[in-house]
């Protein structure tokens, strides 16, 4: 079995954890976070699909068009625990769905408010670390992508 090593990223939310837990697993929503999240990223890319099925071993799909070709995010809901915690496998790639990525995004309440502090862990094949910086920079992203869709729905 391969070395693995582990991405991990925390951010707040204004947003209960109910609120943050639900606008993962909506595509409607997913939509609009998923285009935040985009141009939080500074990419220009158009959002081309957006497929989940949230339930465990439930599928997703999230693929975008970019200046080079259309990027693919792929896997399956592992764990589904409303509202505070998903995790799901990660693939970015077919040669990855033998040995994917897992994802585990851990929702909290906010210790000193309404909030939600959400901390994601990201476990990878030790050969993407290299990649580790840009892997949490876009995560960082995604979620400020659902905080900011998240504000603007009120």
Known sequence: MPDKIEAKVTHRFKASPERV???????????LWQQAWLQQSGLK???TQCQIDPVEGGSFLFADRRE????????AFQALHRPSKIAFTWITDPSQEEDPSLVTIIIEPEP????????L???MDAQWAEAMQQT????????????????AEG
């Open 21 to 31: 837990y639900d606008a993962y697993l909506d595509p409607q929503r997913a939509r």
């Open 121 to 123: 862990y990201h476990e």
């Open 136 to 151: 949490e920079r876009s995560w960082i992203a995604m979620l400020m992508g659902m905080d900011a869709m998240l504000i």
């Open 68 to 75: 080079d070709g259309e990027a693919r995010h792929w896997g």
């Open 45 to 47: 890319g158009e959002l």
């Open 112 to 119: 000193d408010g309404p909030g939600a502090v959400v901390t």
